[in-house]
């Protein structure tokens, strides 16, 4: 049973670098979300995909960027990476669009240098 | 736009004692999901316990339940019998209702850190 996967685990990137950070799930989940984790602040909203084909900005959108092709795939895309940008990265899903709980994938450490 | 509060950055609880972690949040909405989440070392996001606003019963699971008081938008978990395994981090978050167009999306607290002295 995989649920949420993310890859890379943890990775280390210069500044101004493109990085995609890459989501998968296996759930025939329709929406899927984009977090950032950053001590003291919480998780916070990035991007958000009710289903196939549409996204939506969240709290904290700027300097990324995401696409939804398809139902099992959710990349979040960083086109030139900043400092400001290292934090721990979530992805997640949910059944519904407005019911039930996330489910979230392992997270990905990502630090810009 | 909803926020969502916790005031406690730390807490401390001494093994099989009992804790109570507060939440607050704030919506004009009367229809929308409460949940509290757990974080261990792992960074797993783990889900602890679930409440429906339009429920008045507090949502109990085994050790975990919850002080749901919707008027004061208040959502606090208490964690029973504490265990070395329950030492976490904790997040309060809440669940925005569906409008056309926009996600359900998630907002979450800052975070409690729960640290279980044996």
């Known amino acids: 049973i995989a649920g949420i996967t993310q890859a890379p685990t943890s990775q280390i990137l210069a500044a101004g670098r493109r990085m995609t950070l890459r989501c998968t799930q296996d759930?025939?989940?329709?929406?899927m979300y984009w977090y950032r984790q950053d001590l003291g602040l919480g998780l916070r909203l990035i991007h958000y995909s009710n289903t196939a084909g549409t996204t939506g900005k969240g709290e904290v959108p700027d300097g990324y960027s995401v696409s939804r092709a398809n139902t099992d795939d959710f990349p979040l895309t960083l086109a030139s990476a900043v400092p400001s940008q290292t934090s721990v990265y979530f992805c997640a899903s949910s059944a519904t669009q407005n019911t039930g709980e996330l489910f979230f994938g392992e997270g990905s450490r990502l630090t810009v240098l | 736009a909803q926020t969502v509060t916790q005031s406690q950055p730390e807490m401390s609880v001494q093994e099989a004692e009992t804790v109570t972690l507060s939440c607050t949040y704030d919506t004009s909405e009367s229809d929308y999901y409460l949940f509290w989440y757990k974080q261990p070392p792992s960074r797993q996001m783990i889900l602890v316990i679930r409440q429906e606003a339009y429920k008045q019963q507090n949502a109990t699971e085994n050790r975990f339940s919850v002080n749901f008081q919707k008027a004061a938008k208040s959502f606090s978990l208490k964690i029973s019998d504490s265990q070395l395994g329950d030492a976490a981090m904790y997040f309060c978050a809440y669940r925005t209702p569906y409008l056309y167009n926009q996600g359900g999306k998630l907002i979450f607290g800052q975070g409690t850190e729960l640290s279980v002295k044996p």
């Open positions: 759930m025939r989940h329709n929406a």
